[in-house]
Protein backbone atom coordinates (compact mmCIF):
# COMPACT_ATOMS: atom_id res chain seq x y z
CA UNK A 1 0.00 0.00 0.00
CA UNK A 2 1.44 3.43 -1.06
CA UNK A 3 1.89 5.76 2.06
CA UNK A 4 -0.53 8.56 2.77
CA UNK A 5 0.46 11.66 2.07
CA UNK A 6 0.16 15.24 4.69
CA UNK A 7 0.21 18.56 3.46
CA UNK A 8 1.08 20.99 5.91
CA UNK A 9 -0.65 24.68 5.24
CA UNK A 10 1.79 26.64 6.99
CA UNK A 11 5.15 25.34 8.11
CA UNK A 12 5.44 28.13 11.23
CA UNK A 13 5.91 26.43 14.92
CA UNK A 14 2.44 24.25 14.78
CA UNK A 15 3.43 22.99 10.99
CA UNK A 16 7.03 22.06 11.87
CA UNK A 17 6.16 20.34 15.30
CA UNK A 18 3.18 18.35 13.17
CA UNK A 19 5.90 17.35 11.01
CA UNK A 20 8.19 15.71 13.45
CA UNK A 21 5.36 14.12 15.02
CA UNK A 22 3.77 12.38 11.80
CA UNK A 23 7.28 11.10 10.79
CA UNK A 24 7.91 10.11 13.83
CA UNK A 25 4.75 8.02 14.60
CA UNK A 26 5.67 7.20 10.59
CA UNK A 27 2.03 8.24 9.79
CA UNK A 28 3.00 8.96 5.41
CA UNK A 29 5.26 11.40 3.65
CA UNK A 30 4.53 15.14 4.80
CA UNK A 31 4.32 17.60 2.60
CA UNK A 32 5.00 21.37 3.85
CA UNK A 33 3.77 24.49 2.30
CA UNK A 34 4.81 27.91 3.13
CA UNK A 35 4.63 31.30 1.14
CA UNK A 36 7.82 32.07 3.10
CA UNK A 37 11.29 30.97 0.45
CA UNK A 38 12.91 28.75 2.32
CA UNK A 39 11.71 28.36 5.52
CA UNK A 40 9.49 24.67 4.35
CA UNK A 41 12.76 23.73 2.64
CA UNK A 42 14.82 24.34 5.39
CA UNK A 43 12.88 22.61 8.10
CA UNK A 44 11.73 19.49 5.61
CA UNK A 45 16.05 19.51 5.14
CA UNK A 46 16.68 19.45 8.93
CA UNK A 47 13.80 16.97 9.47
CA UNK A 48 15.27 14.46 7.06
CA UNK A 49 18.98 14.30 9.03
CA UNK A 50 16.59 12.90 11.63
CA UNK A 51 15.10 9.69 10.04
CA UNK A 52 17.88 8.01 10.09
CA UNK A 53 18.79 8.68 13.49
CA UNK A 54 15.22 8.39 14.88
CA UNK A 55 14.29 5.30 12.10
CA UNK A 56 11.71 7.05 9.98
CA UNK A 57 11.41 6.66 6.06
CA UNK A 58 8.28 8.72 5.40
CA UNK A 59 9.51 11.31 3.29
CA UNK A 60 9.33 15.14 3.84
CA UNK A 61 9.66 17.74 1.43
CA UNK A 62 9.39 21.87 1.55
CA UNK A 63 7.84 24.10 -1.01
CA UNK A 64 6.24 27.36 -1.86
CA UNK A 65 4.48 26.01 -4.61
CA UNK A 66 0.94 24.34 -4.43
CA UNK A 67 1.23 21.21 -7.40
CA UNK A 68 3.27 19.57 -4.79
CA UNK A 69 0.27 18.70 -2.44
CA UNK A 70 -1.06 17.12 -5.08
CA UNK A 71 -3.43 14.23 -3.75
CA UNK A 72 -2.48 14.74 -0.18
CA UNK A 73 -5.10 12.82 2.06
CA UNK A 74 -4.96 15.30 4.73
CA UNK A 75 -4.35 18.65 4.91
CA UNK A 76 -3.91 20.61 8.39
CA UNK A 77 -3.92 24.72 7.77
CA UNK A 78 -1.71 26.74 10.39
CA UNK A 79 -1.17 29.37 7.83
CA UNK A 80 -1.77 32.68 9.30
CA UNK A 81 -0.37 35.20 12.13
CA UNK A 82 -0.77 33.65 15.61
CA UNK A 83 -1.31 35.76 18.99
CA UNK A 84 1.19 38.01 20.57
CA UNK A 85 0.57 39.06 24.34
CA UNK A 86 -2.66 41.23 25.37
CA UNK A 87 -4.31 39.60 21.54
CA UNK A 88 -7.41 37.68 21.56
CA UNK A 89 -7.65 35.16 19.25
CA UNK A 90 -10.36 37.25 17.69
CA UNK A 91 -7.58 40.16 17.49
CA UNK A 92 -6.16 37.84 14.34
CA UNK A 93 -9.48 37.75 11.86
CA UNK A 94 -9.00 40.34 9.43
CA UNK A 95 -5.33 38.93 8.72
CA UNK A 96 -6.09 35.12 8.90
CA UNK A 97 -9.63 35.34 6.88
CA UNK A 98 -7.81 36.71 3.97
CA UNK A 99 -4.67 33.89 4.61
CA UNK A 100 -7.56 31.32 4.42
CA UNK A 101 -9.04 32.06 1.62
CA UNK A 102 -6.18 31.63 -0.20
CA UNK A 103 -5.12 28.25 1.43
CA UNK A 104 -8.63 26.97 0.39
CA UNK A 105 -8.15 27.79 -3.15
CA UNK A 106 -4.76 26.07 -2.83
CA UNK A 107 -6.51 22.51 -1.06
CA UNK A 108 -9.76 22.85 -3.84
CA UNK A 109 -7.63 23.17 -7.34
CA UNK A 110 -4.86 20.51 -5.79
CA UNK A 111 -5.87 18.19 -2.90
CA UNK A 112 -10.06 17.99 -3.40
CA UNK A 113 -10.40 14.85 -1.92
CA UNK A 114 -8.56 15.51 1.37
CA UNK A 115 -9.83 15.21 4.98
CA UNK A 116 -9.42 19.33 6.15
CA UNK A 117 -7.69 19.92 9.31
CA UNK A 118 -8.19 23.86 10.44
CA UNK A 119 -5.94 25.20 13.35
CA UNK A 120 -5.34 28.89 12.34
CA UNK A 121 -7.38 31.44 15.19
CA UNK A 122 -10.17 32.27 15.68
CA UNK A 123 -10.93 28.73 14.97
CA UNK A 124 -14.29 28.94 15.05
CA UNK A 125 -14.60 31.16 11.94
CA UNK A 126 -11.58 30.20 10.23
CA UNK A 127 -13.04 26.71 9.85
CA UNK A 128 -16.64 27.93 8.80
CA UNK A 129 -14.49 29.95 6.20
CA UNK A 130 -12.88 26.97 5.30
CA UNK A 131 -16.03 24.76 4.82
CA UNK A 132 -17.44 27.44 2.54
CA UNK A 133 -14.87 28.27 0.54
CA UNK A 134 -13.80 24.85 -0.32
CA UNK A 135 -17.81 23.32 -0.94
CA UNK A 136 -16.31 19.70 0.67
CA UNK A 137 -18.82 18.60 2.64
CA UNK A 138 -18.90 18.70 6.36
CA UNK A 139 -17.81 15.37 7.19
CA UNK A 140 -14.43 16.25 5.49
CA UNK A 141 -13.94 19.90 7.18
CA UNK A 142 -13.40 19.97 10.85
CA UNK A 143 -11.59 22.36 13.36
CA UNK A 144 -8.79 21.32 16.04
CA UNK A 145 -9.82 22.97 19.08
CA UNK A 146 -11.64 20.72 21.96
CA UNK A 147 -8.54 18.10 22.18
CA UNK A 148 -6.26 20.93 23.05
CA UNK A 149 -8.41 22.35 25.58
CA UNK A 150 -9.37 18.91 27.14
CA UNK A 151 -5.93 18.17 27.31
CA UNK A 152 -4.79 21.27 29.12
CA UNK A 153 -7.60 20.74 31.08
CA UNK A 154 -6.40 16.49 31.92
CA UNK A 155 -3.25 18.11 32.23
CA UNK A 156 -3.81 20.08 34.86
CA UNK A 157 -5.57 17.65 37.11
CA UNK A 158 -3.02 14.90 36.73
CA UNK A 159 -0.82 17.52 38.28
CA UNK A 160 -3.59 18.53 41.25
CA UNK A 161 -4.18 14.61 41.90
CA UNK A 162 -0.49 13.31 41.23
CA UNK A 163 -1.81 10.93 39.08
CA UNK A 164 -0.74 9.52 35.55
CA UNK A 165 -2.70 11.97 32.56
CA UNK A 166 -3.55 8.44 31.24
CA UNK A 167 -5.76 8.29 34.36
CA UNK A 168 -7.60 11.37 33.45
CA UNK A 169 -10.73 11.97 31.04
CA UNK A 170 -11.90 15.31 30.57
CA UNK A 171 -14.12 17.16 27.86
CA UNK A 172 -14.16 21.16 27.21
CA UNK A 173 -16.57 22.12 24.90
CA UNK A 174 -17.92 25.05 22.81
CA UNK A 175 -15.92 28.02 20.93
CA UNK A 176 -12.45 27.92 21.14
CA UNK A 177 -12.34 31.02 23.09
CA UNK A 178 -11.87 31.95 26.53
CA UNK A 179 -15.66 31.35 27.29
CA UNK A 180 -15.18 27.60 26.31
CA UNK A 181 -16.79 24.99 28.29
CA UNK A 182 -14.87 22.35 30.61
CA UNK A 183 -18.00 20.09 31.38
CA UNK A 184 -17.16 19.05 34.86
CA UNK A 185 -19.57 16.29 35.03
CA UNK A 186 -17.09 14.62 32.32
CA UNK A 187 -14.26 14.79 34.03
CA UNK A 188 -13.31 11.25 35.69
CA UNK A 189 -10.04 10.13 37.12
CA UNK A 190 -9.57 6.56 37.97
CA UNK A 191 -13.47 6.05 37.04
CA UNK A 192 -14.28 8.35 39.90
CA UNK A 193 -16.12 11.65 38.97
CA UNK A 194 -13.62 14.53 39.95
CA UNK A 195 -15.87 16.58 41.77
CA UNK A 196 -15.71 13.21 44.64
CA UNK A 197 -11.55 14.29 44.06
CA UNK A 198 -11.51 18.29 44.59
CA UNK A 199 -13.49 20.58 46.11
CA UNK A 200 -15.53 22.57 43.47
CA UNK A 201 -14.11 26.25 44.44
CA UNK A 202 -10.51 24.65 43.72
CA UNK A 203 -12.21 22.88 39.84
CA UNK A 204 -13.37 26.37 39.37
CA UNK A 205 -10.03 27.53 39.71
CA UNK A 206 -8.36 25.07 37.44
CA UNK A 207 -11.41 25.29 35.11
CA UNK A 208 -10.53 29.12 34.82
CA UNK A 209 -6.75 27.79 34.22
CA UNK A 210 -7.30 25.82 31.30
CA UNK A 211 -10.06 28.95 29.92
CA UNK A 212 -6.76 31.32 30.31
CA UNK A 213 -4.02 28.56 29.19
CA UNK A 214 -3.34 29.57 25.77
CA UNK A 215 -3.41 33.00 27.01
CA UNK A 216 -0.82 31.70 29.80
CA UNK A 217 1.29 30.39 27.31
CA UNK A 218 1.41 33.70 24.67
CA UNK A 219 2.29 35.48 28.14
CA UNK A 220 5.11 33.70 28.63
CA UNK A 221 6.42 33.07 24.92
CA UNK A 222 6.22 36.83 24.23
CA UNK A 223 6.36 36.24 20.20
CA UNK A 224 4.05 33.59 19.11
CA UNK A 225 1.54 31.23 20.77
CA UNK A 226 1.51 27.28 22.14
CA UNK A 227 3.22 25.10 19.49
CA UNK A 228 3.80 21.46 20.77
CA UNK A 229 0.21 20.66 22.04
CA UNK A 230 -1.76 21.84 18.78
CA UNK A 231 0.61 20.11 17.09
CA UNK A 232 -0.05 16.41 19.00
CA UNK A 233 -3.68 17.60 18.92
CA UNK A 234 -4.44 17.75 14.99
CA UNK A 235 -1.59 14.49 14.79
CA UNK A 236 -3.62 12.68 16.76
CA UNK A 237 -7.01 13.76 14.58
CA UNK A 238 -4.48 13.17 11.40
CA UNK A 239 -3.74 9.29 12.58
CA UNK A 240 -7.59 8.52 13.57
CA UNK A 241 -8.55 9.64 10.42
CA UNK A 242 -5.86 7.44 8.28
CA UNK A 243 -6.20 4.49 11.08
CA UNK A 244 -10.12 4.40 10.68
CA UNK A 245 -9.75 4.60 14.78
CA UNK A 246 -13.00 5.55 15.39
CA UNK A 247 -11.87 7.42 18.11
CA UNK A 248 -14.44 10.00 20.05
CA UNK A 249 -12.50 13.10 20.24
CA UNK A 250 -14.30 16.59 21.01
CA UNK A 251 -13.62 18.84 17.53
CA UNK A 252 -15.18 21.43 15.84
CA UNK A 253 -17.40 20.54 13.46
CA UNK A 254 -20.25 21.86 11.67
CA UNK A 255 -23.84 21.36 13.30
CA UNK A 256 -27.11 21.10 11.71
CA UNK A 257 -29.36 20.41 14.47
CA UNK A 258 -27.48 18.96 17.79
CA UNK A 259 -27.30 20.57 20.22
CA UNK A 260 -30.07 22.63 19.12
CA UNK A 261 -27.26 24.38 16.91
CA UNK A 262 -27.95 24.74 12.93
CA UNK A 263 -25.09 26.13 10.60
CA UNK A 264 -22.25 26.85 12.98
CA UNK A 265 -18.81 24.98 13.43
CA UNK A 266 -18.87 24.46 17.27
CA UNK A 267 -16.77 21.79 19.91
CA UNK A 268 -18.76 18.26 20.39
CA UNK A 269 -17.99 15.16 21.09
CA UNK A 270 -16.91 13.08 17.30
CA UNK A 271 -16.11 10.78 16.29
CA UNK A 272 -13.64 10.62 13.81
CA UNK A 273 -12.59 7.71 11.46
CA UNK A 274 -11.55 6.84 7.53
CA UNK A 275 -14.72 8.67 6.66
CA UNK A 276 -13.38 12.04 8.77
CA UNK A 277 -16.15 13.35 10.88
CA UNK A 278 -18.57 10.17 10.80
CA UNK A 279 -20.52 11.14 13.75
CA UNK A 280 -21.52 13.59 16.35
CA UNK A 281 -22.24 12.80 20.03
CA UNK A 282 -25.03 14.21 21.18
CA UNK A 283 -24.77 14.23 25.09
CA UNK A 284 -26.85 15.50 27.85
CA UNK A 285 -25.68 18.75 28.95
CA UNK A 286 -27.06 19.80 32.54
CA UNK A 287 -28.52 23.41 32.66
CA UNK A 288 -25.33 25.10 34.11
CA UNK A 289 -22.75 23.59 31.63
CA UNK A 290 -25.69 24.17 28.61
CA UNK A 291 -25.79 27.80 29.80
CA UNK A 292 -22.27 28.22 29.25
CA UNK A 293 -22.41 26.19 25.71
CA UNK A 294 -24.64 28.74 24.90
CA UNK A 295 -23.35 32.18 26.18
CA UNK A 296 -20.22 30.38 24.16
CA UNK A 297 -22.07 30.02 20.98
CA UNK A 298 -23.19 33.65 21.21
CA UNK A 299 -19.50 34.81 21.22
CA UNK A 300 -18.87 32.47 18.03
CA UNK A 301 -22.22 34.21 16.15
CA UNK A 302 -20.29 37.09 17.07
CA UNK A 303 -17.42 36.18 15.34
CA UNK A 304 -18.80 34.77 12.14
CA UNK A 305 -20.47 37.73 11.61
CA UNK A 306 -17.56 40.08 11.88
CA UNK A 307 -15.63 37.69 9.32
CA UNK A 308 -18.37 37.80 7.29
CA UNK A 309 -18.52 41.70 7.20
CA UNK A 310 -14.73 41.52 6.60
CA UNK A 311 -15.29 39.06 3.68
CA UNK A 312 -17.75 41.36 2.27
CA UNK A 313 -20.81 38.56 2.59
CA UNK A 314 -24.33 39.13 3.66
N1 LIG B 1 -0.04 30.41 2.96
C1 LIG B 1 0.74 29.55 3.66
N2 LIG B 1 1.37 29.87 4.79
C2 LIG B 1 1.21 31.11 5.23
C3 LIG B 1 0.42 32.08 4.58
C4 LIG B 1 -0.22 31.68 3.38
N3 LIG B 1 -1.00 32.51 2.67
N4 LIG B 1 0.48 33.23 5.28
C5 LIG B 1 1.25 33.00 6.35
N5 LIG B 1 1.71 31.74 6.32
C6 LIG B 1 2.61 31.05 7.24
C7 LIG B 1 3.67 31.97 7.85
O1 LIG B 1 4.68 32.26 6.90
C8 LIG B 1 4.15 31.13 9.02
O2 LIG B 1 5.28 30.36 8.68
O3 LIG B 1 1.95 30.52 8.35
C9 LIG B 1 2.96 30.20 9.32
C10 LIG B 1 2.39 30.40 10.71
O4 LIG B 1 3.34 29.98 11.60
P1 LIG B 1 3.61 30.69 13.02
O5 LIG B 1 3.63 32.17 12.83
O6 LIG B 1 4.81 30.04 13.62
O7 LIG B 1 2.29 30.35 13.86
P2 LIG B 1 1.89 29.00 14.59
O8 LIG B 1 2.32 29.06 16.00
O9 LIG B 1 2.29 27.84 13.77
O10 LIG B 1 0.30 29.18 14.61
C11 LIG B 1 -0.44 29.22 13.42
O11 LIG B 1 -2.43 28.39 14.48
O12 LIG B 1 -3.01 28.09 16.72
C12 LIG B 1 -3.10 28.93 15.60
O13 LIG B 1 -3.31 31.09 16.60
C13 LIG B 1 -2.46 30.25 15.86
O14 LIG B 1 -3.40 31.32 13.95
C14 LIG B 1 -2.22 30.75 14.47
C15 LIG B 1 -1.90 29.47 13.70
Known sequence: MARKKIALIGAGNIGGSMAHLALLKGLGDVVMFDVIEGLPQGKALDLSHAGPIEGFDGNVIGTNKYDDIAGADVC????GIARKPGMSRDDLLGTNAKILTSVADGIKKHAPNSFVIVITNPLDAMV??????LGFPKNRVVGQSGILDSS??????????????????AMVLGGHGDDMVPVRSSCIVGGVPVEKLIPAKRLD???????NAGGEVVALLKTGSA????ASA???MTDDFLFDKKEILPCAALLEGEYGVSGYYFCVPVMIGAGGVEKVIDINLN????????????HVKDIVQAMNRVLGVA
Do not use: C, G, W
Open 76 to 79: IVTA
Open 128 to 133: TLMQRA
Open 152 to 169: RYRSFIAKELNVSVKSVH
Open 205 to 211: EIEARVR
Open 227 to 230: YFSP
Open 234 to 236: AIQ
Open 287 to 298: AADKKAFDESLS
